[in-house]
């Protein structure tokens, strides 16, 4: 539906093999967060039927990931982590616009700007991993990021102008491309 502006390069990916149990409870963190958000929006829309029911799925599709990674961290010993602050996250969600409907329509383009970025990396770490359980896991989640990625924009269709919604796409797509160049690696998500 649309493509990202920024590749992630495979130095990244790098950077989270060397650290693998510190972004798996990076990871574990950003599962909990999303589910959270999905409610977050459920409950600021209730006058919105498709969001409410997309996002209802979405909380839950989320925190089973959350106990997928919370599974792999047990595995390997590793405690879950605390829950850091994000940076790109952050700058992402300082993007947001005032007022009931840019707001409303930034928080779901963002969203699927979002879920792009994790169907992006979570295929590099598929990628990286030697075949087994855990890259079938990646794999997976992958997929299911690129699902997300594309309910979150066509909501924004749902609610509004499809060229509006193409617009503001293409500002965010940039804005996020320049975040992400700015962002050093780590072994975590953003």
């Known amino acids: 539906m649309f493509e990202l502006k920024y590749n992630t390069p495979f130095e990244w990916t790098d950077a989270v093999m060397a650290d693998f149990n510190t972004f798996l409870q990076d990871h574990a963190a950003a599962e909990k967060k999303a589910s959270g958000m999905a409610i977050s929006m459920l409950s600021h829309y209730p006058d919105k039927p498709k969001l409410v029911k997309a996002m209802t799925d979405l909380a839950l599709e989320e925190l089973i990931h959350f106990k997928q990674v919370l599974k792999l961290l047990t595995e390997r010993d590793t405690t879950l982590g605390d829950d850091k602050k994000d940076p790109y996250i952050k700058k ?46 990646y794999v997976a989640i992958a997929k299911s990021e690129e699902k997300h990625k594309n309910l979150f924009v066509e909501l924004a269709y749902e609610y509004f102008d499809k060229e509006e919604v193409d617009i503001r796409l293409e500002e965010l797509l940039v804005a996020e491309a320049e975040i992400c160049a700015s962002i050093p690696f780590t072994a975590a998500l953003h």
């Open 92 to 137: 992402i969600r300082a993007l947001f616009r005032h007022g009931k409907d840019g707001f409303l329509m930034d928080r779901l383009l963002v969203g699927g700007v979002i879920e792009a970025r994790g169907h992006e990396r979570f295929s590099l770490v598929a990628q990286a991993l030697p075949e087994g359980r855990d890259k079938d896991f």
